[in-house]
């Protein structure tokens, strides 16, 4: 999913207001999808809000249901408070420490960032226990979603980056390639999302975070690794992965990268 900051005014749901309770209001983030988030209020007690309007296929309830069982272990947002209106659903959270790792400072430095996103991704596996999870982000429970989508239209590989069109042009090839599971490396309990925004920075150049949590689950280690790697590209340009790698710890496995940006671009 591409997702960016609003280069415009977008229309501000009504539930922005009310929550913000006076506090100022800054549009943070915009995804493809139609989804929106914002900023209440400044300095370390803003909180942020996500918006998303009904039917864009966006479950905040789930998110809201992990970050409240990750929030135990690592640094995430802490939930305040869920809902939805007539206009759409929306989650209010806790302000981390840091900014996104696609900040201007960030692109500008992104030697220090690519390191801190390894190295965070890195310490939220560790942190969050593989024994206490209830969430499921296996790859074979993702190629269930994948299937069904399928079968119901819903996959057009014209979506998909052209990384992975070059090998899986088509849709039965892409489940074809999927259905043959690379044994798993480490089992840890996954980001979901570990492209370049979803980790926090600290004037400090280290992780204070990670955002966007509402796919985490059990899996295989490279499921995120595969995607901050090829995320890191689309934000600082070609050549930082072997930095990721060294900062997480572990080289780079080529087949299982190619196996999860697959897997991330025909599930997800």
Not at 148 to 161: C, I, R, T, V
Not at 175 to 186: N, Q, S
Request: hydrophobic fraction near 45%; charge should be negative.
């Amino acid at each position: 999913m591409i997702a960016a900051q609003p280069e415009d005014s977008a229309a501000t749901p009504l539930i922005v207001g009310k929550l913000a309770a006076g506090r100022p209001v800054k549009a943070a983030w915009r995804n493809a999808l139609g989804g929106l988030t914002f900023q209440l209020g400044e300095g370390e007690q803003r909180d942020f809000l996500k918006w998303n309007p009904h039917g864009n296929g966006i479950d905040l309830s789930a998110e809201a249901e992990r970050l409240t069982w990750a929030a135990r272990y690592a640094p995430v947002p802490r939930v305040l408070a869920a809902g939805s209106d007539e206009q759409g659903d929306w989650l209010l959270s806790a302000g981390l420490p840091g900014g996104s790792a696609v900040d201007e400072r960030w692109r500008r430095e992104p030697l220090i960032a690519v390191r801190a996103i390894g190295a965070g991704l890195r310490a939220l596996h560790e942190a969050l226990p593989v024994d206490d999870c209830p969430f499921d982000a296996s790859a074979e429970s993702r190629l269930v979603r994948a299937r069904a989508a399928a079968e119901q239209g819903a996959l057009d590989p014209a979506d998909w980056h052209e990384d992975v069109r070059a090998y899986a042009a088509t849709v039965p090839r892409a489940l074809e390639l999927l259905a043959d599971f690379p044994p798993i490396d480490r089992l840890v309990v996954c980001h979901g999302d570990g492209c370049v925004p979803n980790t926090l920075i600290g004037d400090d150049g280290a992780c204070t975070g990670h955002v966007d949590l509402g796919a985490l689950g059990l899996a295989d280690r490279w499921a995120d690794l595969a995607v901050a790697s090829w995320s890191i590209g689309w934000n600082y340009g070609p050549g930082w992965d072997d930095h990721l790698f060294e900062a997480y710890g572990v080289p780079a496995d080529r087949d299982r990268i190619r196996y999860y940006r697959l897997l991330y671009d025909v599930s997800d």
